[in-house]
């Protein structure tokens, strides 16, 4: 069965960073297109970056230039590098898996999902 698991959450402060880990099992991730979404309470899930199975990456606007998606293959783990949080970043963040060349931040087109991880960011 394919699952994913995010590691990396915790309570930072206001400007601080955290790096999120995807890694998979029951697959590789070598032909997915992998997204991060996060949801925080009351609100709807929404992408918030995604890469690619050659690399190309996407971003929600409000966290370009702050956040940076890659992916190891050798690790076959896909990491979210969040810089310059702030206390609106706060939400669980889910990494999610699509069998597919494109690179999308629309949920419904993921169909493996991870369990997610807390990011709480104080002010």
């Known amino acids: 069965q394919e699952r994913l698991a995010e590691s990396g959450g915790g309570l930072v402060p206001a400007g601080g960073s955290l790096r999120l880990s995807c890694a998979p099992s029951?697959?590789?991730?070598?032909?997915?297109?992998i997204g991060w979404f996060r949801q925080a309470p009351g609100k709807e899930r929404e992408g918030v970056s995604c890469?690619?199975?050659?690399?190309?990456?996407n971003y929600l606007e409000s966290v370009k230039g702050r956040f940076t998606i890659s992916r190891d293959k050798a690790k076959n783990t896909v990491y979210l590098q969040m810089n310059t949080l702030q206390p609106e970043d706060t939400a669980a963040y889910y990494c999610?898996?699509?069998?597919?060349?494109?690179?999308?931040?629309?949920?419904?087109?993921?169909?493996?999902w991870g369990q997610g991880t807390q990011v709480t960011v104080s002010s």
């Open positions: 890469i690619s199975h050659t690399g190309t990456s």
């Open positions: 029951g697959f590789v991730m070598g032909l997915y297109a």
């Open positions: 999610a898996a699509y069998y597919g060349a494109n690179c999308q931040l629309r949920k419904s087109a993921y169909n493996v």
